[in-house]
């Protein structure tokens, strides 16, 4: 399972509680739709953190990163190109 796979299962299950009919792209504004809010971003950071073993400092959390499926992956792909940098 990629990257965006793995976003969109935690977000249907955790966040649309299992709803399938919702017509959740990688492009769906995830803030602006109200798919997630304040605790969600939490969630979110939390569940990167551990699926993908990336550190997400609080600077980092914006709608520029989580806004969306594929901002999301993108800034994952980026952190961990990062770390593997370092």
């Known amino acids: 399972m990629d990257i965006k796979e793995r976003i969109h299962e935690f977000i249907v299950t ?10 959740l792209t ?13 605790t969600g971003v939490i969630e979110l950071v939390l569940f990167v953190s551990e699926a993908f ?8 959390m914006l709608p520029e990163n989580f806004n969306s499926i594929t901002r999301l992956s993108n800034y994952v792909q980026m952190q961990a190109v990062a770390s593997a940098g370092q």
Do not use: M, Q, W
């Open 14 to 23: 955790n966040c649309l509680f299992g709803d399938t009919e919702y017509d």
């Open 26 to 38: 990688d492009e769906t504004p995830l803030l602006d739709s109200g798919i997630i809010d304040s």
């Open 53 to 60: 073993g990336i550190e997400v400092p609080a600077e980092d």
